[in-house]
C-alpha cells in the first residue's frame, strides 16, 4: 500500500571545489566546479539530489522551487516536477532554473525510493543492472605526455572501451593530439573526439576526414548544439565510421524533439543535471526510443547511473575525470568501475549515495546554505 508523506523540507547548499590543474576545452577554460546539493525530507527519510551549476541557484531552489512543493506527495515526484516547471515560467524554464529542477527532482525520487527501501533503478523499472562509461577528459590545457597517460589509464586500468579527449582551442595542433591520444590506446578502444562548438562546419569537415584516418568514431558538437543546420551538414558528409553526437545543453524536452526532428545526430546526449532531473531524463529517453536514436548520459556518473539502468536505448555514460574526482571525494557510496562498466549497488536504497557534509566543508560557498 503506498505510504502518504509529504514534503516537508528543502535545504540547498554550494561547494565550489578546485580542480586539481588548469583545464579547458575548445571553448572554456576553468579552476573549480560547483556542485548544489539538496536535501529533502520526508518522512523518516531524507532524499539527496545534486547538480553541477551555479552557487547562485541556492536562492532560487529555497526561495521559489521549495515553497511551490512543500507538503506535495512524496510519492508523485512528476507532479512535483510540474509544479516547478510552472514556478519558473516567467523566469525562464533554461539555463540556471533547470539545473536547479533537475537538483530537486533527482532527489525527490531518491527519497521516494528510501522510503519504500528500494534501490531507485528497482523503483524505475531496469532495462539493465549495469552500465558501460567512456572515459573523458584529454583537457587542451594537458601536454602530450598528459593526454596519453590519461587516456591509456582509462583502457589499461578501467577498461574502457571509448575515451574521449577535448579539442578545438587551438585546431591547428588538434590533428597531432589526436595521433598522441591514438597511440596511447592503439586497438584497444575506440577514440572519441569532443569540439564543444569550436569549429565552423567546413572546418569541422576538414578536420573529421584527418580524424578519421586515426580511427575516430565519435566527433561531439563539432559545430555548436544550436547550430543544427550545421550540424546536419557535418553529419551527411563526414566520414561513415564517424558518429556525430550532441545534446548535452538540453534543458527541456523541446530542445531534445528539435533535435531528434532535424536528423542533426546519429547519438542523443542528455544531462540529469541540467535537462530537468529523473523526470525529464525519462522523457527524453522515450523520444530517442521513438526516434530509434541511442542515448547517452552526460556526465555526473553517480547520479546519472540508476536512470541510465532504466532507459531504453541507453548506450553508456560519461566517466568525466572532474565529475568522478568530486563525486569519489564527497560521496559514500559512489560507482568504481569494474571492465568498463558501472553498477548500482542493489542492496542500497536510493541512489546509494550518501554526502560527506564533514569532508566538504572546506569547499561550501559562503551565503549559499
Not at 30 to 42: F, H, M, N
Not at 198 to 217: S, T
Not at 308 to 326: G, K
Amino acid at each position: 500500500m503506498k505510504p502518504e508523506v509529504s514534503i516537508h523540507s528543502v535545504r540547498a547548499r554550494a561547494f565550489r571545489i578546485p580542480t586539481d590543474g588548469p583545464e579547458a576545452d575548445g571553448t572554456n577554460s576553468w579552476d573549480s566546479t560547483t556542485l548544489v546539493l539538496v536535501e529533502i525530507s520526508g518522512g523518516t527519510q531524507t532524499g539527496i539530489g545534486y547538480t553541477y551549476s551555479s552557487a547562485a541557484i541556492v536562492h532560487l531552489i529555497v526561495g521559489k522551487l521549495g515553497p511551490a512543493i512543500e507538503g506535495a506527495d512524496v510519492m508523485d515526484p512528476q507532479a512535483a516536477w510540474l509544479r516547478m516547471q510552472q514556478a519558473v515560467r516567467n523566469l525562464g524554464r533554461e539555463g540556471m532554473a533547470a539545473t536547479a529542477i533537475s537538483a530537486v527532482d533527482t532527489a525527490l525520487y531518491d527519497l521516494k525510493a528510501r522510503l519504500f527501501g528500494l534501490p531507485l533503478f528497482r523503483l524505475l523499472g531496469s532495462y539493465r543492472d549495469a552500465v558501460a562509461i567512456y572515459g573523458s577528459g584529454g583537457f587542451t590545457t594537458y601536454t602530450d605526455r598528459q593526454l596519453e597517460e590519461q587516456l591509456g589509464g582509462w583502457v589499461a586500468e578501467q577498461g574502457c572501451a571509448f575515451v574521449k579527449m577535448k579539442i578545438g582551442s587551438e585546431p591547428e595542433r588538434d590533428p597531432h593530439r589526436v595521433k598522441i591520444a591514438k597511440r596511447a590506446i592503439g586497438d584497444r578502444a575506440r577514440l572519441f573526439v569532443d569540439a564543444n562548438g569550436a569549429y565552423g562546419a567546413k572546418q569541422a569537415l576538414a578536420l573529421a576526414d584527418r580524424f578519421a584516418e586515426q580511427d575516430v568514431g565519435w566527433f561531439e558538437e563539432p559545430v555548436s548544439s544550436d547550430d543544427l543546420e550545421g550540424l546536419r551538414t557535418v553529419r551527411a558528409r563526414a566520414p561513415a565510421t564517424m558518429e556525430i553526437a550532441a545534446g548535452e545543453y538540453a534543458y527541456t524536452l523541446n530542445y531534445v524533439r528539435t533535435m531528434l526532428q532535424s536528423r542533426a545526430i546519429d547519438v542523443q546526449q542528455a544531462d540529469v543535471t541540467r535537462c530537468g532531473g529523473i523526470t525529464a531524463f525519462l522523457q527524453i529517453a522515450a523520444l530517442c526510443e521513438a526516434f530509434h536514436i541511442d542515448l547517452s548520459g552526460h556526465c555526473a556518473p553517480a547520479l546519472h547511473l540508476h536512470v541510465a539502468c532504466a532507459s531504453p536505448h541507453l548506450r553508456h555514460l560519461e566517466w568525466f575525470y572532474d565529475h568522478v574526482r568530486i563525486e569519489s571525494m564527497l560521496f559514500e557510496g559512489a560507482p568504481a568501475p569494474r571492465k568498463g562498466m558501472i553498477r548500482p549497488d542493489a542492496s542500497s536504497p536510493g541512489n546509494g549515495l550518501s554526502f560527506k557534509h564533514q569532508d566538504a566543508a572546506q569547499y561550501a560557498v559562503q551565503g549559499s546554505a
